[in-house]
């Protein structure tokens, strides 16, 4: 079975509108098969779309499917394309959908398994896949790399890895062509060595074929058949024997060996080094940092449709309903890429069974917005993956009377002073001589050769322009600009102009010339006004200056900054903005404003697989802001007696974390102990610990202070896990232990309440509600791989049997059962009524009274159906003992304001009974600690006057429409 049936049974419902997705991670141990026996759990829970991880095939033993090989085919590990059509029609029959996660930016180079990369290497610049990936094969500054590509996979320096007997030369006996062996890689040996190869060893007649490649219809065919050959004649005993001569000559153990191997390397498009040469010499670019993936040209028509071509299949099949895209801002150029896209699968979906969609297939980008940066409206694009939501809703839950306390805490005891701003800013600039160093001379020499095209610029020296490009790149406030031929965009503009006043601060008169100089050059004027090599110079510098301040910002601000400057570390997560504390309810409620009216369908999430911490590990640390004082106070206390735990060092002082890490742990162990876990539980210390100091390895070597991922101070990462396995799980810690898990038993009820309200939010809040992967119960993973553990789904699906009302549920809050009964209630209520939440506007409610300020709360109405959500925010002040129900004394005169005419008809969706707006908010929040309530109107339809006359709103729905359906 090639596709999903057009004559489907009459009893398979139709597929829903995109309402709820649930993201799944694909590996060998969870494959599609083990998806599709689960397909009625997530179905019953009132997911309409799964959300999967890279489904495409990827390297051997791949947990995430990030470091794909082959775009055209699947992942073997995970299923094979009868296992996709099975859970595809498995949740066609509940009238599901599903969502996939694509990668546009690179494939996994080096290995073996990249069939090519493989090519390129065999190849070089003459092979068919050589404009795949972005390699700069001329005029890089490297000599020894004209017409080759650095190849920086070997574990030593090259002469010490040629000498010692690891690169190996072999023969596939099955192509008859030439490679080296050096442990899991294979180099392969141009074809057009071959010939010279076989002469030395006195085999002519093999070698006459080889000699004939450049005379082949295609280098490729005339390989084949003169490796076709070669296998053949080895198969003989002559042919074993000369084979074998051949490879014990280039035997590198022996120093004629090594000499030749030495020599026939030097012949090919690629030179072998060191992986320390990379950040430095690198004449490709790779996916940030990491020299494993490799970046594509996916901006190559003839790249894009390479890559592409399954993809497009499985949407015109009717297997595919949505494309998430991975990393959009590492393209040349995202916007014309996403357009393509665009154009791309909305003609694909034309030819899907039974017809197009109605409504565009949605397309979803992972991008990052900073501060006030928004995602452009032109680039055909349905949204983003949610990050920016993560923030707001963050913003929203931490106490701003906190921040003074935890930052003089902080400041004080840390050793790091600096602002969160001001450690980014410092990140940023070891980056750029450093992990980036490369990707920074490639902007360099992209700059220096526009300003050797002009007379009146050729002056400016690469020096010159590396001092005003660092600047400038220190302080870029976003990920990249979208510059194009036509210059900056308007909403860069600001941007740039930001930056440019604050690297002028940093830089001599002169050098602030060359800064101005770099400002048109990099956008301020128009390259269409150049002449036509210098439009497509200033367009290759526009690109790698983009192509740079994309990682350097992720690296910077996300990996670096974020382990350094830790006031509170549930402020830094992916997309955060770690510089501001907290936000106000009016922020928030603009902020979903835009949404509704910009993009309705964009997802929106609180956890993903790249989080650095659960959801409610946030929400918890989110609470512990109403407590700034007394967890200053503890902490210092901490501090204190936690000396008795370290181990002194040789020359008598102690050794282990330093204050600033010692403070982030105790964070991260308040934040994510479980809420089963007793203080006197020794299985589950021990498995807790271990988790808490894998957790510290990652944030030392992240933070790049004390240790780092190229250099790790493996002394200092031990003492810091002896320091924290002694403070969970030895009797020496026992009292400390204590002392902090009776400061997790004071935040935890505020914590939970922070995560119920969080999910509430997530799934009524303008946009598509994505839950991750087990987190329908309470969430309490850290940074990957930590966030990526086995789901006990068995455990989930019975929960879900569970039916108790939410009342009763609140009740036991501590086993997770009310998390997961809320998702299930108010995504049922969108798959009832579901207009207001694809269509509906946004409208924030106000509240009077002591306790308003405590409360956030809004409508999404559309054609006479609408939806009311209220909930507390900063709600520690309100919870007595280990309850999550509010006390009516608590609530005083506090209600909604609303006029009478509006406060009836609603009906909540906890009980099912009438609810009156008249009500007190000790009555509507009596039993649970947030409210979703519901009705339905018949709209009035508006006369031909009224309806010309109508206002547009946010979504498009008219003011007249509102007032009537009200």
Known sequence: MSEISMDAPSNVPDQQPLLSCLRLQFHKDFTLDDAEALVDYFAGLGITHLYASPLWAARSGSTHGYDGIDPTRLNPEIGDEAALIRLVERLRAHGMGLIVDFVPNHLAVGGRENPYWQDVLRWGPSGRFADMFDINWRDNGDPTLEGRLLVPFLGEAYGQALVSGDMKLALDETTGLFHVDYFEHCFPIDPRCHALMLLENGMGEQARLFEQIEDAVSLEEGAERAGLALAEYVRTDEGRAALNTLLARYNPEEPEGAERLHVLLERQHYRLAWWRTANDSLNWRRFFDITELGA?????????????????????????????????????????????????????????????????????????LEGNESLPLDWGVTGTTGYEFMNAVSKLQHDPEGEAPLKALWQSLSGREHSFEAEVARARRELIHSALATEFERTVRALSDVARHDPMTRDMTPAMIRRALCELAVQFPIYRTYADDQGLAPRDENFFAHAMVAARDNLTPPDQMVLDQLY?????????????????????????????????AAKAVEDTAGYRSTVLISRNDVGFDGAHFAGSSEGFHRFNAWQARHFPGTLVTTATHDHKRGEDVRARLAALSEWGDTWAERVREWLTASSSLRQPSHDGASVGPSTAEEMMIYQLIAGAWPLTLAPDDAQGLEQFAERIADWQQKALREAKLNSHWLYPDEDHEAQCRDFVMTLLTDARGASLRQSIYDMVATISPAGA??????????????????????????????????????????????????????????????????????????????????????????????????????????????????????AVRHGGSLLEDDSLQISSSHWGNTRVKCPDDEAGGWQSLATGQPVSLQAPMAELMSSLPFCVLFRETAPVMATSDQAMQAEPTQTGVTRSDQMQSV
């Not at 393509?340 to 197009?356: C, I, K, N, S």
């Open 296 to 368: 594509l040209r996916v901006d190559d028509p003839a790249v894009f449709a390479q890559t592409h071509v399954y993809l497009l299949e499985l949407i015109e099949r009717g297997l595919i309903d949505g494309v998430r895209l991975d990393h959009v801002d590492g393209l040349a150029d995202p916007a014309g890429y996403c357009r393509l896209l665009r154009a791309r699968v909305d003609e694909a979906a034309t030819r899907r069974p039974g017809g197009a969609p109605e409504t565009p297939m949605p397309i979803f980008v992972e991008k990052i």
């Open 520 to 552: 048109d050059w990099l956008g301020g004027e128009a390259p269409a006004n150049d002449d036509e090599l210098g439009c497509r110079l200033r367009r290759n510098a526009i690109v790698r200056f983009a192509q740079l301040t994309s990682p350097l």
């Open 753 to 870: 309440l922070n995560g119920l309200v969080q999910t509430l939010l997530r799934m009524t809040v303008p946009g598509v509600p994505d839950c991750y992967q087990g987190t329908e119960r309470w969430d309490f993973s850290l940074v990957d791989p930590d966030n990526r553990r086995p789901v006990d789904f068995d455990e989930r699906r019975a929960q879900l049997a569970d039916d108790r009302s939410l009342p009763e549920l609140i009740e036991h809050w501590r086993d997770g059962c009310i998390k997961q009964a809320l998702i299930t209630q108010v995504l049922g209520l969108r798959q009832r009524l579901p207009e207001p939440f694809l269509h509906g506007d946004y409208q924030a409610l106000d509240f009077e009274g002591e306790r308003a300020g405590q409360l956030i709360g809004f409508t999404r109405e559309h054609a006479g159906q609408t939806v009311m959500v209220i």
